[in-house]
């Protein structure tokens, strides 16, 4: 079963402007991660927050965690062109053996 | 230098074939995996090992065969292919378990 869900599926914004994508979990978690890929290639990490957490940065990546709510949230400031790729959440479930589940992704489209 | 590498990059081959996909990491972590990426980009993990010894394997046919001779190298090796293995295969790595995943590049294999 699917532990982590990003929305949108699909974003397209203009350079500069703000990009927001938002991962929904299940269960209870230890941790929750933000990856990105661009196309053709592999996952790059981004940013790990814990669940003790409420927020993080990382340059121009605030992510921000609610327990409560079962959601994180990935904001991209001042957004550029290489920005452009898809973005996932990746959470472990407390009873998952150590397993690491990826949502589906967010695909960002940032138009120069 | 390379932290996750894999060969091949491309693989093509017929129905039946039996093919196996490479991969190695230099940054001395204990832990590795194969996903598997779908034509949606949907990642599902098939294996992890660590410290050479299986530690989560995913409801993947027996003809999926893991093999890690060293806590560096964890290959794939795969029987009888299907037209459904084709997809993108990534290996990772990490330090430790649920934590942050270092990915290869990704071998793209299609089955005719």
């Known amino acids: 079963s699917q532990q982590g869900e990003e929305d949108p599926q699909a974003l397209s914004i203009q350079e500069g402007e703000n990009a927001t994508m938002n991962c929904s979990y299940k269960?209870?978690?230890?941790?929750l991660q933000w990856y990105r890929q661009n196309s053709g290639r592999g996952l790059v990490h981004l940013i790990l927050?814990?669940?003790?957490?409420r927020e993080k940065h990382s340059g121009r990546l605030r992510v921000t965690l609610d327990t409560s709510k079962k959601s994180s949230s990935l904001l991209i400031t001042a957004s550029r062109a290489a920005d452009t790729a898809s973005y996932f959440c990746?959470?472990?479930?407390?009873?998952?053996?150590?397993?690491?589940?990826f949502g589906p992704g967010t695909s960002l489209s940032v138009i120069p | 230098d390379t932290a996750v590498s894999q060969t091949p990059k491309y693989l093509v081959t017929q129905m039946g074939n039996d093919k196996s996909i490479k991969c190695e990491q230099n940054?001395?972590?204990?832990?590795m995996y194969w996903y598997k990426q779908d034509s949606k980009k949907f990642l599902k993990i098939m294996f992890s090992?660590?410290?050479?010894?299986?530690?989560i394997n995913e409801t993947v046919p027996n003809r999926f065969s893991p093999k890690s001779p060293d806590k560096a190298h964890l290959n794939l090796h795969i029987n009888s292919l299907e037209l459904g293995d084709s997809a993108v295969y990534f290996c990772?790595?990490?330090?430790?378990?649920?934590?942050?995943?270092?990915f290869g590049p990704g071998t793209r294999l299609t089955v005719l």
């Open positions: 990772a790595s990490s330090q430790v378990l649920r934590g942050e995943q270092f």
């Open positions: 269960t209870s978690i230890n941790n």
């Open positions: 927050i814990r669940s003790n957490e």
């Open positions: 990746a959470t472990d479930e407390e009873t998952s053996y150590d397993k690491v589940i």
């Open positions: 940054l001395g972590h204990d832990t």
């Open positions: 090992y660590n410290n050479k010894e299986l530690i």
